[in-house]
């Protein structure tokens, strides 16, 4: 009676499963990448060329941002992501633009030298500041500043412009190759980084007379874009692969690089982290880039550690972030813009004729639902349970294999035949350790006929060198040479499977002995190249 309640007691878990088999690993999410990936993602495509520069117009309230693509500049709505207008008095390609801190102005750089400032309400061209002898690839308005412009390029030359009297004020000498990007100092209307290929970052400051950069840090590749942080006191430059941050105030010490990405980062910029419900994550600074290798990466410099990554389906050459923080837009090579809005949680659903002004106060009329509707019998079916009601769950049922079945009725050996004639390696292995669990594997071998005993040769010959089973199949095998030894010996048809058994048992041993060989060379190797 003890043994058949404690073979009732192990029929009950069914169906069986491998102890072996590898789970699944399940990336885990934390709450600051749920916050991310809570941007509702939206497309803007058909533009014409891969979109260069993306900014966001500093006014939080005129809800605009600009993407330049080819010889035009468009103006989306980061509201709907349409497009409010667009600029293409342009005689070639767009590099770069820059909104002007009351967001009325813009200025945008192209790859002919030229530099336009447009009147945004009307894009009407207000300046045309030429004296660039090579393309411009980057313009700046100062943070502080309304009357001057930053700009450099491929001549190598970083100018300081007065934009009214549209002529350069200085021309600051001291980058050895292109001059590809720059940002102006949130703190200092005078004071200004920029980028170039010859590997370097300079500090400058237009009230030094020397006219010379008063700080350089070398990147270690060529720059393809640097900005200040928020702070003001520190700067992260992106080149090749991997965005570096470095402390002006402590003399250009490096404080961080990120290696994250596999191809070149191609923009950053800085995302703020909103207050979440506990307010532990209130307005926290990160650094977002964006590279060639199709991915956005999240970085807390705080922490020093990389806190979201996504993944998108092509080359991403920009990235701009909303004052706000509310919407994010990626500019791809193909021309294509990824935008992102975050909902706020307080913020109800509006239909269009909310959105048009039109809203209907008066609510629609419900039919009654009568025993012949069809959603009568399907009403509260989508509802959720209360805190406070007990949810009576329904018993999924389960299909069994023909194996777990034989095991339900105790039919041991038929069940171990059964599912060696399946050929799936994992379903045997879990069929077996049932059976060793009960106590019954063995005197199933024992029962094997001639023709049942070839098929579990077989599958010892096919598995048991296998890595993942190999530990308990090796003891098996050896279990049954020695049971059933005199069977195989009368049997020229076993004795085939025990030669075929035996070597793939020498050939893994070979290879094993190979690799212990290779290991004893390349250790001593490696222990020399740790002391170095």
């Given amino acids: 009676m003890a043994e058949q309640r404690q073979e009732n007691a192990i029929s009950k878990t069914f169906p069986v499963k491998a102890k072996l088999k590898p789970k699944a690993r399940t990336p885990s999410k934390t709450p600051e990448s749920k916050y991310w990936a809570s941007f509702k993602s939206h497309k803007i495509e058909n533009l014409v060329s891969s979109i ?17 693509n080819s010889a035009s500049l468009s103006l989306f709505s980061s509201q709907t992501f349409s497009p409010t207008s667009s600029i293409s008095s342009f005689s070639d390609v767009v590099s770069s633009c820059s909104f002007r801190s009351d967001g009325s102005l813009i200025a945008v750089a192209d790859i002919s030298g030229l530099i336009k400032v447009f009147d945004v309400k009307t ?34 030359i970083v100018k300081y412009w007065d934009v009214a009297g549209e002529i350069v004020l200085l021309d600051l000498l001291g980058h050895k190759d292109y001059v590809r990007c720059g940002d102006c100092s949130p703190i200092n209307g005078e004071m200004f980084v920029t980028g170039s290929y010859d590997h370097t970052v300079k500090l400058w400051d237009v009230r030094v007379e020397s006219k010379k ?21 520190m700067i992260a430059t992106a080149g090749g692969n991997s965005v570096k941050i470095w ?68 080359p991403l050459m920009s990235i ?21 809005r975050r909902k706020k949680e307080n913020e109800e659903e509006k239909g269009v004729g909310d959105f048009m002004g039109l809203m209907n106060t008066e609510e629609p009329r419900r039919r009654v639902l009568r025993p012949s509707y069809f959603r009568y019998f399907h009403r509260s079916q989508s509802e959720k349970p ?20 034989l095991l339900k009725k105790f039919r041991h050996k038929e069940a171990l035949v059964s599912v060696l004639s399946r050929k799936n390696p994992e379903d045997v292995v879990a069929v077996m350790e049932e059976l060793v669990a009960r106590r019954k594997l063995l005197k199933s071998v024992t029962n094997l006929d001639e023709d049942e005993l070839c098929l579990l040769l077989v599958f010892l010959h096919k598995y048991t060198t296998m890595p993942r089973h190999s530990g308990f199949l090796m003891g098996l095998t050896r279990k049954v ?16 499977h025990i030669r075929n058994l035996k070597r793939s048992v020498e050939e893994e041993i070979r290879i094993q002995q190979s690799l212990q060989e290779i290991q004893g060379i390349i250790s001593p190797l490696l222990r020399i190249v740790g002391r170095r």
């Fill in 213 to 233: 950069s008063v700080m350089e840090v070398n990147h270690g590749k060529p720059i393809e874009d640097v900005m200040f942080l928020p702070s003001g006191g």
């Fill in 386 to 405: 209360s805190e406070g009601d007990y949810l009576v769950m329904k018993h999924k049922i389960v299909k069994l294999a023909e194996h777990d079945k």
């Fill in 481 to 496: 040479i020695e049971m059933r030894s005199g069977d195989i010996r009368s049997s020229d048809k076993l004795k085939s």
């Fill in 52 to 68: 260069s520069s993306i900014v966001f117009s500093p006014v939080s309230t005129s809800k605009i941002f600009a993407a330049a």
């Fill in 320 to 340: 701009g972030v909303s004052p706000d923080c509310m919407v994010r837009a990626i500019g791809t090579s193909n021309g294509t813009i990824f935008c992102g």
């Fill in 247 to 314: 402390d002006l105030f402590g003399g250009g010490k490096m404080l961080y690089s990120i290696e994250s990405h596999n191809k070149t980062v191609t923009s950053i910029c800085v995302g703020k982290l909103m207050e979440n419900e506990s307010g532990e994550e209130a307005m926290q600074n990160r650094i977002m880039s964006v590279g060639l290798d199709g991915y956005m990466k999240v970085f807390d410099y705080a922490k020093m550690k990389v806190t979201h990554s996504m993944r998108y389906p092509a």
């Fill in 123 to 156: 894009r009407t061209p207000l300046r045309r500041l030429r004296s660039h002898t090579r393309p411009a690839r980057f313009v700046r308005y100062p943070v502080l500043d309304k009357l001057h412009l930053v700009s450099g390029g491929d001549d190598a």
